[in-house]
Every structure is written in structure tokens, then in C-alpha cells.
């Protein structure tokens, strides 16, 4: 089982930034991609950014060019920098992982705790 550590969150205003970060730990395992993912009460979690082991990333429409998502697979770490937020972006932010077993037999994922970020209007 792969345990997600996130953190960054909390409260910022309107043109404001925020930098979530989330380490990947536990038995061995080999990451295949990474992502942020938001979800406000009542709607369904969606997809913020991801990127994948070879860093070839994705962002919703909604982001493209506010934030920016990164990895350091070496630590099994990614980041989500998040600049001139607006109220819209309020959310509780979940990383997800997927990654390989370290017999390679499996594929799965895992989902981190989420950390909220609230921008005001």
C-alpha cells in the first residue's frame, strides 16, 4: 500500500498562490503517473492536472495557464503550483498516484486525504 502525505493548503485571496506538494511512500513501488484532482460538496471530483512518469502533463481547461503540476520521481513527489487563484479554484484538492507493484504484476492507485484550499470572493 502506497501512503500519500499532502500539504499546502489553506486559505488565500484572489490573485494569490499556493504550492501543494504530495510524497509518495511505502513499500517498493514504481510510480506511472501522478495527479491533482478537486472536489467541491455536491459535484463530483475532477481532474486538475496530471502528469505522467515521462512528464508529459494535462490540465483542465479551467487551469491552463495558472497552474502548473511537477514530479520528482526520484522522491516520488508531486507538486501543483497554483497562481492568481480565484474563488472558483476553492476546493478540497485530493493527489492520486499510480504506480506499479514491485513485482510489476499490478497496476493501481492510491488517493491521498486532500487538503483545502479556499480562495474568498
Known amino acids: 500500500q502506497v501512503q500519500l502525505v499532502e500539504s499546502g493548503g489553506g486559505l488565500v485571496q484572489p490573485g494569490g498562490s499556493l504550492r501543494l506538494s504530495c510524497a509518495a511512500s511505502?513499500?517498493?513501488?514504481?510510480?506511472?503517473?501522478m495527479g491533482w484532482y478537486r472536489q467541491v460538496p455536491g459535484k463530483q471530483r475532477e481532474l486538475v492536472a496530471h502528469?505522467?512518469?515521462?512528464?508529459?502533463?494535462n490540465y483542465a481547461d479551467s487551469v491552463k495557464g495558472r497552474f502548473t503540476i511537477s514530479s520528482d520521481n526520484g522522491k516520488n513527489t508531486v507538486f501543483l503550483q497554483m497562481n492568481s487563484l480565484k474563488p472558483e479554484d476553492t476546493a478540497k484538492y485530493y493527489c492520486?498516484?499510480?504506480?506499479?507493484?514491485?513485482?510489476?504484476?499490478?497496476?493501481?492507485?492510491?488517493w491521498g486525504q486532500g487538503t483545502q484550499v479556499t480562495v474568498p470572493s
Open positions: 502528469i505522467t512518469r515521462g512528464g508529459i502533463t
Open positions: 511505502g513499500s517498493v513501488f514504481t510510480m506511472d503517473g
Open positions: 492520486n498516484v499510480q504506480y506499479f507493484s514491485g513485482s510489476w504484476s499490478e497496476r493501481l492507485d492510491s
